[in-house]
């Protein structure tokens, strides 16, 4: 059903990541296999409203959140928008499909305290791998930045005349972050001692480290000074968003920083913040 026109659609026009592409494909196969199992249909032309939206609610009593079957139904809207939109088909029954409503989680984060705990002790090592492995917190925590971000951060991206590094975010997007002093000489330390002249992060043999490496090191680091569950790199790009909320940067600047698309995304920390203001509020208010 086009499903390789489709792929190599948005591989190549829209440069989606490998991942998010892997993804659709998953989805679609998903989908194109409930078509087949519950209505013997394998042609377009014979797909209809009532049939995806029974897929969705096959979906849901399945016990896949919310979250995640509307990520499914995204791309499956995709999908057919890409159809239409190349004439192979003049008809989209995903126009009238309407996601699911999900519940919004707050981002989860790690106290102030608790990262100055970790970056002013003695946590780390005074080798090559202690402080490789706290530049990469610190770049985290200071930056905001992914985890795809920093694993592909080379040498020549860090403009040390300009304090900023440059980062290719999601669809190979291009931004500036600016870095504070301290992290600056830092890294320019770290580069020097290490003789580095391509990759930032590397292991011992100076090959380029993958995700999970990287994981593994956050995790277990940030699991010497907070007791959270989740202990990913992501959580350090939370916490970086709220306490410059809590520090009064302006949301816009934030946006810029982290990357977002649009304000939606990064609104979502401002919750944070207020309750942030709540708990000052109740315990410092006379009839809080």
């Given at each position: 059903?086009?499903?390789?026109?489709?792929?190599?659609?948005?591989?190549?026009?829209?440069?989606?990541?490998?991942?998010?592409i892997t993804?659709?494909?998953?989805?679609?196969?998903q989908?194109?296999?409930?078509?087949?199992?519950e209505?013997?249909?394998?042609?377009?032309?014979?797909?209809?409203?009532?049939?995806?939206?029974?897929w969705?609610?096959?979906?849901?009593e399945?016990?896949?959140?919310?979250?995640?079957?509307?990520?499914?139904?995204?791309?499956?809207?995709?999908?057919?928008?890409?159809?239409?939109m190349?004439?192979?088909?003049?008809?989209?029954?995903?126009?009238?499909?309407?996601?699911?409503?999900?519940?919004?989680?707050?981002?989860?984060?790690?106290?102030?305290?608790?990262?100055?705990?970790?970056?002013d002790?003695?946590?780390?090592?005074?080798?090559?791998?202690?402080?490789?492995d706290?530049?990469?917190?610190?770049?985290f925590?200071f930056?905001g930045?992914?985890?795809?971000?920093?694993?592909?951060?080379?040498v020549?991206?860090?403009?040390f005349?300009?304090?900023?590094?440059?980062?290719?975010?999601?669809?190979?997007?291009?931004?500036?972050?600016?870095?504070?002093?301290?992290?600056l000489?830092?890294?320019?330390?770290?580069?020097?001692?290490?003789?580095?002249?391509?990759?930032?992060?590397?292991d011992?043999?100076?090959?380029?480290?993958?995700?999970?490496?990287?994981?593994r090191?956050?995790?277990?680091?940030?699991?010497?000074?907070?007791?959270?569950?989740?202990?990913?790199?992501?959580?350090?790009?939370?916490?970086?968003?709220?306490?410059?909320?809590?520090?009064?940067?302006?949301i816009?600047a934030i946006?810029?920083l982290?990357?977002?698309?649009?304000?939606?995304?990064?609104?979502?920390?401002?919750?944070?913040?207020?309750?942030?203001?709540?708990?000052?509020?109740?315990?410092?208010h006379?009839?809080?």
């Amino acid at each position: 059903m086009y499903l390789d026109k489709f792929l190599d659609y948005i591989s190549k026009e829209k440069r989606y990541s490998v991942h998010t592409i892997t993804s659709y494909k998953t989805d679609l196969n998903q989908f194109f296999l409930f078509l087949n199992t519950e209505f013997s249909v394998s042609d377009l032309s014979r797909v209809t409203f009532k049939m995806i939206r029974n897929w969705i609610s096959h979906l849901l009593e399945s016990g896949l959140k919310s979250v995640s079957v509307n990520r499914k139904i995204s791309s499956i809207k995709s999908y057919f928008k890409f159809i239409e939109m190349s004439g192979f088909s003049k008809y989209n029954p995903t126009l009238k499909i309407t996601s699911p409503k999900t519940s919004k989680r707050l981002p989860v984060f790690i106290e102030k305290k608790n990262i100055d705990n970790l970056l002013d002790n003695n946590f780390f090592n005074n080798d090559f791998e202690g402080r490789r492995d706290k530049l990469i917190i610190e770049l985290f925590y200071f930056t905001g930045i992914r985890l795809s971000e920093l694993l592909n951060i080379n040498v020549s991206d860090i403009n040390f005349n300009n304090s900023s590094v440059m980062v290719l975010g999601k669809r190979n997007k291009e931004r500036i972050i600016p870095l504070n002093f301290e992290l600056l000489q830092n890294l320019k330390n770290f580069i020097s001692q290490n003789n580095l002249s391509k990759f930032l992060f590397t292991d011992i043999n100076h090959k380029k480290l993958y995700s999970k490496k990287v994981y593994r090191i956050v995790n277990y680091y940030i699991s010497k000074v907070s007791s959270l569950r989740k202990r990913s790199p992501h959580i350090l790009r939370h916490s970086f968003a709220t306490h410059m909320l809590n520090n009064g940067a302006d949301i816009n600047a934030i946006k810029e920083l982290l990357g977002h698309s649009n304000l939606s995304a990064t609104q979502i920390y401002t919750h944070n913040s207020i309750n942030k203001l709540k708990s000052v509020h109740n315990q410092a208010h006379p009839k809080g």
